[in-house]
Each structure stands twice: as structure tokens, then as C-alpha cells.
């Protein structure tokens, strides 16, 4: 696995759009949290963070009302 989140988040986002990412890294970070695995739970939640952003961000660039 590439550990570099913005590459994993643009990978998801590819794969499954922004709302199925953000479903895939719920999963990862319960997996990571449930192994102990400190630092693949850093890696998902920087993804998180990411794809988050990129949710808000496209969220704001809605088209105004005429």
C-alpha cells in the first residue's frame, strides 16, 4: 500500500466518488483501530482529512441562485 494520503485519497475518489471514499475510510480506520495498527489509523484518518476538504470544497462551489 502507498502510505502518501493524498494519492490514496485521489485513488478512492476515483474508484468510488467522494461519499463512497469517505465509506471505505470509515472501514480502514475501525480496521487499523481494532488491530492496533497506530500507524495505518494516522494514514486513514490524513485520508479522511483530505477527502473531507475535498467534500467541503465542493460543496462551496455550488452554483449561486439567479
Known amino acids: ?3 502518501d494520503p493524498n494519492q490514496i485519497a485521489d485513488s478512492l ?3 468510488h466518488g467522494v461519499d463512497g471514499a469517505l465509506v471505505t475510510v470509515r472501514r480502514e480506520i475501525a480496521a487499523a483501530h ?3 495498527d497506530y500507524y495505518r489509523l494516522s494514514v486513514w484518518r490524513d485520508v479522511r482529512r483530505i477527502l473531507q476538504n475535498k467534500q467541503d470544497a465542493a460543496g462551496n462551489q455550488e452554483t449561486p441562485a439567479v
Open 13 to 15: 475518489i476515483e474508484d
Open 34 to 36: 481494532s488491530k492496533g
Open 1 to 3: 500500500m502507498n502510505d
